[in-house]
Every structure is written in C-alpha cells, then in structure tokens.
C-alpha cells in the first residue's frame, strides 16, 4: 500500500509538471507570435514619427540655446559675486596643495594647487594629450576635504559618499539595493524621480524577467539570445551599447610553448574570428583586426590583423616544433561582459577550433572571477586565456599603453618593440603626429602577438518604453536623473552588487555606476560621445605644450551635507587618491588602481 | 505469509545465503514501484551501453559549417513535421552547436558511471574502515570513527565543494570529493552491524573453532552486514549523481567538451526562458535517474527487511 501510494504520487506530480511546462511554452509562443505580429507595425509607426520629431527638436534647440547663452553669463555672475560676497565675510579661505619632491618619481603629475577659492592649478611633469578624458572618469570624483578627512579616507567613505550630484546616498541595504534620494540643493538639473533605486542579479533571464514583470525600469547587459525578444516588445526599448571594447586571447610568454613567436603567430593565423563573431555575439559585433577599436583616434593605424589560413598555420607550428600540436588550457571567466556575451560558449568554440585547425588539445578551466583576473594580469596562467577591455575614456591609450607598457606582466616580458613607440606617442597631444608610432607598436603587436585580437563586441540594455530619456552614454554610466519612469521611484538593476562606494579606490563598473550618481568630477563625458563637457569645472585650459591645466570650479554649487564646493575639496579628493604618503590614502583595498594606471604611478610613494 | 513459514525451514536445511537473495528478488518483483525503477534503469544500462549506437553524432562534434543548423535551435523531428530539408536533431542543437540528443545518450554513459564509481570508492573505504573500527574496537575504533565524525560535522555539499576547488575543478575530483563525504555513512553503518554481529553465538562458534581474525570479520561478519549496505549503496547512487550534476552545475565537475548532464544545465541556466529544451531534457534525465535508482533502493529496503514481510 505505502509504495503504491507513493508511486502514484509521483506519476501524479510528473504528469502535472509536464502538463505545466507544455501549458507554459505554448503560451509564451502565442505571446512571442503576437509580438512578433506588432513589431513591424511599431517600427513603421516609429519611423513615420522619427523625422518630424527631430525637425521639432532641430528648430527648437537653437532657440533654447540662445536663451541658455544669455541668461548663464548674468546667473554665473550672480553666484560669482554672491561667493565673493560671502569670502569677504569669511574670508577664511586657505589654498591647499598637493605635490610630488620633483618628478623624478616617474608619474605624470608634479603637483596639484588651489590657486583660489575657484581655481585648480594640475602642474604635470609630462604632457599627456588625455588630460582631459582622463580628468572626466568617476574615481576622480570630489567629496568635501572635510568628510574625507573626518574618515581618515576609509570608513563610512566607503558606504556613503558625499557628493555634488544629483542624488546622494539613503541607504544601502547590504545584498539588496542601493536607495538613492533627489538633492534639492544640485546646481544642474533636478533628477526626475524623487527616489532611485539600484538593485542587482547576476542572471540575464532574471533581470529580463523583472523588466518584463515591470518591477524594475531599466536593466543593464540583455542577454544575446533575449535581444529579438525585447525588440520585438512593444513594452521595452532595447538600447545598445556603444562602448569601445576588445575581446582578445591572451599568452604568457614566459610559459613553453608560448614562448615561440611562431607559436603565438600560428595559433594567431589558425582562428577563424569571423566564425566566432558570427555565431556567438549580437548583431553589430564585429571581428577585430587590431586591439583598439577603429572609433578610437589612432586606434587602427597600422596593418590589419593576420588572415585565417589553417594551412598556413599548420605549418608554422609544425616548423616550430610541434607537427602534432601540444596540450594546454583555456582559462576564462563566467561573466558576462560586453566584449564577451558567451564565455563559455567561446571557450568551448576555441577549444574545437584549436583541436581542428591546429592539432592543439585544450582543457577549459572556468575560474572564479576574482582569482581569475588576480592570475591572468599578474601574468600566472601558464596556458591561454580569454579576457577583454572596455574603454574608460576616448583615448588609445587606454588600450595600448595599459595592456602593452613595460611593466604590465599580463603577458609575460613586455616587448621593447611594443611599449617604446608608446611611451613616445604618449607625449604628443596631436593625433596625426602620434599616428606613425601607433602605426609602428600595432605592427609589433601583430609581429609579436602578446594577444589575438578577437572582436569588438555589442551589447545592448533595455528599459520600459514607458522610461523617457533612457539611454547608455559611450562611456561612463547611465545618469539616473536624466531618466524619467513617470512615477516618484526610478528601479534600475545592473549585473552584481558594487564593492564599495569610494570609487577612487574601486575599478569595477558595478560599483561606478552608483558612485556617478552621487559624485561629480571636474568634466563629464557627453550623453552620446567621449568628448568632454563642464561639471564641476566650468572649463579646464592646457598651456601651449598641455603641462599645465588650469581649472576654473563652477561657483555656488553645495555638497549634499550643506557645505560649500571649493578648490581645497578638489585637493583633497585627488590627494587622497595619487599621494601615497597622504594620511587619507587608505580606501577599500588601497590600490587606487586608476590613479596609479592613469597618472603613471603614486607621489611620494616610499621607496622599496 | 507462505514466505515466513518457509524461511525458518529453509534455513535450518541449507546454507542461507543464496535462499535469502532469492526471497529477496521474489519480494522486490512484487513491489510496482521497485520494478518501475528498475524498467528505467535497463533502458537506461540499454542507452548507455549502446550509446555510439543510438547517437547520430559524435557528443563533441561542433556542427558550424558542417550542416545549416543554428546554435541552440529547436528540436526538429521530420516524423512530427519538421521539413525534410532540414538536418534532423531530436531535441536541438547547443549553444555551441552540437547535437543535444546525442551529448545526452553519452551522458547516460557518464552519469550511470559516476554514480558506481563514487559509490564504489565510498563503500568500499567505507566497510574497511568501519568494519576496522567495530572488529577491533578500543582506540583504534575511537580514531576512526572521531575521523569520521570530523568529516560529517561540515555541512555535505560545502565540504565538496570547498575539496573541489583545493583538488581544482574535474570530474574526477567531483568524484572523490563526494565519496570521500559519503564514505562516514558507510563506515557507520558497516560499524554497528559488525558490533552487533560480533557478539552473536555464531561467531563465538567460529572463534572457539580456531577461525582467524580476518576468517571471522570477511566469511562471518560481513556477508551478514551486507543488506543494508545494498540498500544505503543504490540510493548512494542517486545521491552520487545528483550531487556530482550539481558541483557540475557549479563548474566544477565535469569539464567542457565532456557530454554530463549537471554541466548541459549549468552552462544553459540563462536560456530557460529563450531555449527551454537546453535546461529542461538534461533536468528531466537527471531527475529520472535518480528517481529510478531511489525506488529500486526502496524496493529493496522494504524487500531486505525481515521485520517489513509481516506488514506485507
């Protein structure tokens, strides 16, 4: 009796399960039919619209332009004066500096002076054409002098940060969300929703279905095979991503067999990038035939990238010893990344591809992400692995100079040949004049091949049609204020948790994305291209041969705890990041990564 | 109830062990939900054992360029419809565009084998150590089963997982993590029954007869620890291969390109809504394997009790 019981049960519940999925699929069709239906209809609709609706646009802007030119002089004065009027009561205002002994330390900045209440003085030691989009990235974030040093650079700086911005810090609920609450007192324009709030999910089908539900507005990273689906809803608006980025395959040379050029060249001529391209990324994709993506200035002077020929690649292998192939291993990471919608997938492709076109046998070994990019940039992994690179500024040297300069051991012994034409190219503002050497170090990379360059990937968020104003800028992170959901809460979600909220110590995207909300920098990148606009700077001026930038602050604008923004706080967030000996230089983990990388090093760093 | 006047006469006329197997098999035949088990686990010994036989392709044959069939396509069955035209795939194609019906038989084949070979490792450790461990008794009992204690103070799956990741990621690392873990279960059950036996008068027979320590632990003792072991060894096996499918899941069982369910459903996880077949059939196959193996080790739980018959 009992086991009989028991196995009907379970026949029910099989049968019921069954029944339920069959019920599911088929609904979800007839849903997937119907919008497949609409689409065209929606698309039509759109671009009847389109046309008129930026004639509107067009003959409006100048007009708004215009009344914006004549009313900012009059309002900037009136904040000029009324600032001046409040010194000259005070008058307690002391300049501040931060500065390097002299420049034998090797990084680009020699020293960092408040000039006056209102202007910032960046006195370099070498020029760096990038100054500017270098100066507009998140880490360089300002907080008052006050509340840094009140936390020793550390602390309650990392859970709640003070900022300029648009909205500032409720809560964060650890594992949950972020809640973010609209400052009355921003300088710019006000945030449309009067709370925000960031919550996360690792999974792409999860998010698609909270947007979906409609319980977030606004997701980060649509999953490759959900791309049809959100375009073919009337629902949501798909909303791709621009930002430059490389996936490449990755070799240590000082591992055998990758220690042979002829190796890397073979295994460079034996993959079918296209083949890739075409059956593991979104549309818009395309294979890469140099590391820096071509929307970067200067980014594909050069040769293109070695054409497939296994034949060709056989036989340079065999001639370099290896007629049969050898065993190694791929390693990569589970994480989803613009540059790199698939890793698994790929892994796996590469994997057949090397076994097939080469004769080389492959293991694939997924690791944990952290230990992941630990091994990989501190040059350990003995085998090949796959990473990638999405652009932090518009400039080439944020993808050459970073990957390939002298003392990265990503890739085993840096190559002369490479990272001298860098260094050259990195002291010339011009681009035409720098393009010969790029010219020159993108023909060593293809000679050398430290990596191969494999594509420039798509990727695409979406939000609810309902949010106006959705976007995602080429670089940087959606502003929450400039999207307006129609109601008091905006929900966005991207893919994991931030680390921590003190963005001058912190690299991932995850964790930028809450910290732009709150903080502002000096400049800011456009809404829909890596030049630079005003933020907290109203304009930045380079000398004659771009080695000192004066930066004139914008008057009047309060950080969220009331307190005034002035020189000193611009002083004191940088010092905090690029001068090791400063008592506030602590952070999270304390690498200050970006300013170490983006300004060639700590001052006053002590010597080992 | 003619079984339990049989047994006592059977076994005062004969040695009692091959009777007691045939009573056993009588009884579980008897049991539909044993049976329905074991009808599953055939077809699949069947699959496995036949797998080169039944699969259209080779589990790890990547088909881009080889036929015009997308990544992660339905499945296209001509009988139910599907156009000729198109290259036949029961149950779809990948992400990485291999053939789904055939990763699954070869799966069969791998899941069918980690499920022994855990099992195996894990009770055979398991019946030296504690059959060790009651037969001796005194210190030597003490440390063993203290050791075994430390093992099954971590919680099951954690311990696995933190072994794995110290080992790196494999099958056969999986493998050993989970017998290595379910091993302390074996050598306590083996250890009471052996203390029970121990004391039995048959055994003080043997022992007054001259017979070795080793004589009276593996001709006497064991043979008669030996039913609950089959029982706790075939639900060994389902927990095996759910609990290896899972650190696969995980990543870190079973490696690409190797055809194993818990790895099929992991790597497609984020397709559930897009591909559903991708995660579904690998699930199902999973779950039905161990279903069958939990009824048999049931059916043969109630069939192996001699205290269950009267209920009967």
């Known amino acids: ?608 | 109830m003619a079984n339990v006047v049989e047994l006592p006469a059977e076994r005062t006329l004969q040695e009692e062990s091959p009777s007691l197997w045939r009573i056993t098999f009588r009884r579980l035949m008897r049991q539909r939900s044993a049976l329905f088990g074991l009808s599953i686990l055939s077809v699949l010994v069947i699959i496995a054992a036949f797998a080169p036989m039944i699969a259209p392709y080779d589990p790890t044959e990547v088909l881009i360029g080889k036929e015009d069939v997308k990544k992660r396509s339905a499945p296209c069955i001509h009988m139910l419809g599907c156009p000729e035209e198109q290259p036949q795939h029961l149950m779809g194609t990948d992400g990485n565009v291999r053939d789904v019906f055939s990763r699954i038989v070869f799966g069969a084949r791998i899941s069918l084998q980690i499920g022994m070979i855990v099992v195996f490792i894990a009770a055979t450790s398991g019946i030296v150590l504690g059959s060790i461990a009651g037969y001796a008794g005194g210190w030597i009992d003490n440390l063993i089963m203290r050791l075994m204690d430390i093992v099954l103070a971590f919680p099951f799956f954690l311990l696995a997982i933190a072994l794995v990741f110290v080992l790196g990621p494999s099958l056969n690392n999986a493998m050993l993590a989970i017998a290595v873990i379910s091993m302390p279960t074996y050598a306590r059950v083996v250890r009471s029954t052996v203390l029970s036996i121990r004391e039995m008068d048959y055994v003080e027979a043997s022992r007054a007869l001259g017979a070795t320590d080793r004589d009276i632990l593996f001709k006497r003792i064991l043979p008669n620890a030996m039913p609950p072991l089959i029982v706790l060894a075939t639900l060994g096996i389902a927990t095996a291969i759910l609990d290896t499918a899972a650190l696969s899941f995980l990543g870190l069982g079973a490696q690409e390109p190797m055809a194993e369910w818990g790895t099929m459903l992991g790597r497609e996880r984020n397709q559930i809504f897009s591909a559903p077949h991708l995660v579904l059939i690998p699930g199902i196959m999973i779950s039905i394997t161990v279903l069958a193996f939990n009824l048999l080790g049931d059916g043969l739980r109630d069939a192996l009790d001699p205290r269950l018959v009267h209920n009967k």
């Not at chain 1, 921003?186 to 709030?197: D, H, I, K, L, N």
């Not at chain 1, 059956?279 to 890469?288: H, R």
């Not at chain 1, 968020?461 to 905006?490: C, H, I, M, N, W």
């Not at chain 1, 991207?494 to 994305?513: K, V």
Request: proline content about 7%; overall charge negative.
């Open chain 1, 1 to 608: 009796m009992k086991s009989k019981s028991k196995f009907l049960l379970l026949a029910a519940i099989l049968i019921l399960s069954v029944a339920l999925v069959a019920c599911s699929a088929e609904t979800a069709q007839q849903v997937q039919e119907a919008a497949q239906e609409a689409a065209p209809t929606i698309q039509a609709a759109v671009e009847q619209v389109a046309p008129t609706v930026q004639a509107a646009v067009e003959e409006v802007a100048p007009t708004l332009e215009a009344a914006v030119e004549a009313v900012a002089p009059t309002a900037e004065a009136v904040a000029t004066e009324a600032a001046a009027a409040v010194d000259a009561a005070t008058g307690d205002f002391v300049p501040t500096s931060v500065a390097a002994e002299n420049c034998d330390y090797g990084g680009k900045i020699l020293s960092i002076e408040a000039v006056d209440e209102l202007t910032v003085q960046f006195n370099l030691c070498k020029p760096d054409p990038a100054f500017l989009a270098k100066v507009a990235f998140t880490p360089f974030g300002i907080q008052p002098s006050e509340w840094i040093d009140a936390n020793g650079g550390t602390g309650e700086l990392l859970e709640r940060p003070i900022g300029t911005g648009p909205y500032m810090i409720d809560s964060w609920v650890r594992g949950d969300s972020i809640i973010f609450k609209r400052f009355d007192g921003y300088w710019g324009e006000p945030a449309a929703a009067e709370t925000a709030v960031l919550r996360w999910s690792a999974e792409g089908a999860a998010r698609l279905l909270e947007l979906q539900a409609g319980t977030v507005d606004m997701i980060t990273n649509v999953s490759p095979d959900d791309i049809p689906a959100v375009e073919a809803d009337p629902n949501l608006q798909l909303l791709t991503n621009v930002n430059p980025n490389i996936f490449y395959v990755g070799f240590n040379n000082t591992f055998a067999p990758f220690d042979n050029p002829d190796v890397r060249r073979a295994i460079a001529m034996g993959i079918d990038k296209q083949r890739i391209v075409d059956n593991f990324y979104p549309p818009g994709s395309e294979a890469a035939e140099y590391f820096t993506p071509c929307s970067i200035p200067s980014g594909c002077e050069g040769d293109p990238w070695y054409t497939f020929d296994p034949t060709a690649a056989k036989e340079l292998l065999a001639s370099a010893g290896f007629p049969d192939g050898f065993e190694t291993t791929i390693y990569y990471r589970n994480v989803f990344r613009g540059y790199l919608p698939e890793p698994s997938l790929v892994a796996v492709e590469l994997q057949t591809q090397l076994q097939e076109n080469l004769g080389i046998t492959a293991n694939v070994e997924e690791m944990e992400t952290g230990a992941f990019i630990d091994e990989a940039t501190s040059g350990r992994l003995n085998g090949i692995h796959l990473l990638g690179w999405g652009a932090d500024y518009p400039h080439v040297t944020n993808f050459l100079d970073f990957h390939f300069n002298a003392n990265n051991p990503q890739f085993g012994a840096a190559h002369p040949e490479i990272y001298t034409p860098l260094e050259q190219a990195g002291q010339i503002a011009s681009a035409t004049e720098a393009a010969p050497l790029y010219a020159e170090a993108n023909n060593a990379i293809r000679d050398l091949v430290p990596m191969i360059p494999i594509a420039h990937g798509a990727s695409a968020d979406a939000a609810l049609a309902s949010v106006a104003g959705a976007y995602v800028p080429p670089f940087g992170a959606t502003q929450f204020y400039r999207l307006d959901p129609g109601k008091d809460t905006l929900i966005f979600m991207q893919n994991a948790e931030p680390i921590s909220l003190f963005c001058a110590d912190e690299t991932d995207g995850e964790s930028l994305r809450p910290c732009q909300q709150v903080v502002e920098t000096l400049l800011d990148y456009k809404q829909d291209s890596g030049d630079t606009e005003p933020e907290l700077a109203t304009e930045c001026v380079g000398n004659e041969d771009a080695t000192v930038w004066t930066c004139t602050l914008r008057a009047g604008v309060l950080f969220h705890d009331g307190s005034k923004f002035d020189a000193n706080d611009v002083i004191a967030s940088w010092a905090a990041g690029i001068d090791a000996s400063n008592p506030n230089h602590v952070g999270n983990t304390g690498s200050f990564d970006y300013f170490s990388y983006l300004w060639d090093g700590f001052m006053n760093a002590p010597s080992n």
